[in-house]
């Protein structure tokens, strides 16, 4: 059986991989947890795009009935932006 390697942004990592200065290490019941969720994301986008053109629907997006008020200023954070940020600014200091 292939080799499993652990999914980043739907991409799969295609060098070995060795333990660096500040690299993790997966164990390998995380790395097949990572591969499930990445095979189910896989089969919801082909039903989605597959049903772009039918009326009926077998997935259906979640919408909030009563939006928390709260949240109405909420912005998104770029995860992998923030990270090379911070990586940025501890080799500054």
């Not at 986008?45 to 077998?58: A, C, H, I, V, Y």
Request: overall charge positive; some cysteine; hydrophobic content about 30%.
């Amino acid at each position: 059986s292939p080799v499993s390697r652990v999914v980043y942004n739907g991409k799969r990592s295609g060098g070995p991989r060795s333990p660096g200065a500040g690299s993790e290490i997966f164990t390998p019941a995380h790395e097949e947890n990572v591969r499930f969720i990445y095979e189910a994301w896989q089969c919801v986008e082909r039903d989605l795009r597959s049903q772009m053109g039918s009326e009926r629907s077998l997935v259906e997006e979640y919408v909030e009935k009563m939006p928390n008020p709260s949240l109405k200023a909420f912005k998104p954070v770029d995860l992998g932006d923030l990270k090379r940020r911070s990586t940025q600014d501890a080799k500054k200091s």
